[in-house]
């Protein structure tokens, strides 16, 4: 028995890559192993967006050293944006790495392993620099690779990721995403929907759509035949089993008419957007090259929550971004209150080389003002966070369960425990109830709320009541962080 581990740090694409990897390998026998030292394989999934996430994963190696001194014969490869961006310079930081893969090349993963194994050589497959060849060139260097799944690495295997388009195109001058997942492609309908309803077919309920600017989604047919994010969404509410449809991540001058009427309409559609606006001012917009003004953006809230009633939107920000001044940064703190944000997640400014603001601009803010100015962004959130939940209370929603809570894991109660989903505008609701809702969609009335939770009650018995013999059917044993264990995010 050959035995794999992996542990992936980052995005929802690194998720899914490496359910897809995982897939792979335990087609050549591999089985999965939660505790590094006894694989056989040590995989760490990467991610380059912030230079701390680097540092995790170098200092992961760092203690690896002895074990691969002990043992030499495990292979130890690092996968995804940092091998693509570092390439050589990741086996001089950490000689113990057998295997650099990129985003790109991860297709390619077992044959790798089996090359270090016949020649004991290391062996590095990376995609084409942006700039290295011709575009056609450097889209077919970063293989799609999302056909292979193996639904049982899935996170829960209710959900899924499903990836719609690949790469970047935007080159936002703080982000690395455009080097390390290369030009922006969108994948074929006809291979999107035939992964959708074998999910479907596989018991999945909620399918998220990721691209890095997914509602820029647009595949042209070799008839001329255009499809949408729209087009898709629609095809997909047809799916008997499917029961929601989620995306992410919006960009915030792509958001067009059809999607909000897609949103609005589509039963199954989540009533939720995550539109990053990254910043308040537009002085700073124009150094991130965001294209886009304060004012436009305002504009884009507007109509979403026009077109589609109770709609909850997220977004993303960057503090202490190069020559963010005191000024700018309040301008986001006023873009936040005003916004009602579902959330905001923020992100202290790290810069990347590589990108074009490493080049042009100082980064001239200093780290505790950066933790200050996340700080105090993250308090407007929260209060927004606490007066939306509180608004509301008394509402009824569906919501997907998940699993446990951590509270009703920690709990050892036999009647009800804590556990936790999401409702359709992705707020998260706990509730009493048993393990065995998980994967249910279940309609609640919320009766409480908190700055980070909306606490509800079951309205439908199904699911609840005990069994005829009136014993608790606890059945599906494993909670959510069990299953998500097989997949260790950090
Ligand atoms: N494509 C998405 C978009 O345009 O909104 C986001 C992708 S990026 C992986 C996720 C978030 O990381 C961004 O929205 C941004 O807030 C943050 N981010 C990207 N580069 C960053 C950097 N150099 N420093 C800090 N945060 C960064
Ligand atoms: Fe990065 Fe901008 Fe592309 Fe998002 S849109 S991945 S922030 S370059």
Redesign the pocket.
């Known amino acids: 028995m050959k035995r794999v581990f992996i542990e992936t740090v980052?995005?929802q694409m690194n998720i899914l890559d490496s359910e897809l990897v995982i897939g792979s390998l335990r087609r050549e026998g591999y089985e999965l192993t939660r505790e590094p030292t006894q694989a056989d394989l040590i995989l760490f999934n990467t991610?380059s967006?912030?230079e701390h996430a680097e540092e995790k994963i170098y200092s992961a190696l760092g203690r690896l050293n002895g074990h691969k001194r002990d043992f030499p014969d495990t292979v130890i490869g690092v996968l995804g944006c940092m091998a693509q961006k570092d390439q050589e310079l990741v086996r001089k930081r950490a000689p113990i790495v057998d295997i650099v893969c990129g985003t790109g090349q991860l297709r390619q993963l077992p044959q790798l392993v089996s090359e270090v194994l016949r020649t004991r050589e290391p062996q590095i497959a990376v995609s084409l620099g942006r700039k290295e060849a011709s575009r056609h060139e450097v889209e077919t260097s970063f293989e799609s690779y999302d056909p292979i799944r193996d639904p049982s690495m899935r996170p829960t295997p209710f959900q899924a990721f499903v990836r719609v388009q690949i790469g970047?195109d935007?080159f936002?001058t703080?982000?690395?995403?455009p080097s390390v997942r290369g030009p922006e492609q969108s994948r074929s309908p006809e291979h999107i929907l035939a992964e959708v309803r074998q999910l479907v077919l596989e018991g999945c309920k909620e399918v998220t759509l990721l691209g890095?600017?997914v509602n820029s989604y647009e595949y042209v047919s070799g008839d001329g035949r255009r499809t949408r994010l729209s087009d898709l969404m629609a095809a997909m509410n047809g799916y008997e089993g499917l029961e929601r449809i989620r995306f992410i991540?919006?960009?915030p001058k792509d958001m067009t008419p059809d999607l909000l009427e897609a949103v609005r309409d589509l039963p199954k559609a989540a009533k939720y957007l995550?539109?990053?606006v990254?910043s308040g001012c537009d002085d700073v917009l124009k150094r991130m090259k965001r294209l886009y003004t304060v004012g436009e953006y305002r504009d884009m809230l507007a109509r979403c929550r026009e077109a589609i009633p109770g709609v909850a939107i997220s977004s993303?920000?960057?503090v202490g971004?190069c020559g963010e001044s005191e000024a700018s940064f309040r301008k986001s703190c006023d873009l936040v209150a005003e916004s009602m944000f579902r959330n905001s997640?923020i992100?202290?400014?790290?810069?990347?080389p590589g990108?074009k603001?490493h080049d042009l601009f100082e980064d001239d803010i200093t780290d505790l003002e950066k933790r200050r100015r996340n700080n105090e962004l993250l308090e407007i959130q929260n209060d927004n966070c606490l007066i939306d939940h509180r608004s509301r209370i008394g509402d009824e929603v569906d919501v997907l369960v998940e699993g446990l809570s951590r509270y009703g894991e920690k709990s050892s109660d036999n009647g009800p425990r804590q556990m936790t989903g999401r409702a359709a505008t992705d707020h998260i609701v706990c509730f009493p109830g048993y393990p065995r809702l998980v994967g249910q969609m279940v309609k609640m009335k919320i009766v409480d709320a908190s700055h980070f939770t909306l606490f509800g009650e079951v309205m439908t018995a199904e699911g609840v009541a005990p069994t005829s013999d009136g014993i608790w059917d606890w059945s599906p044993a494993t909670t959510f962080t069990e299953r998500r264990i097989g997949l260790p995010v950090v």
């Open positions: 980052g995005c991610c967006v912030r970047c935007k936002c703080y982000c690395i995403v890095q600017t991540t919006s960009f995550h539109v990053p990254q993303d920000f960057i971004f997640y992100f202290k400014y790290s810069t990347r990108t603001a």
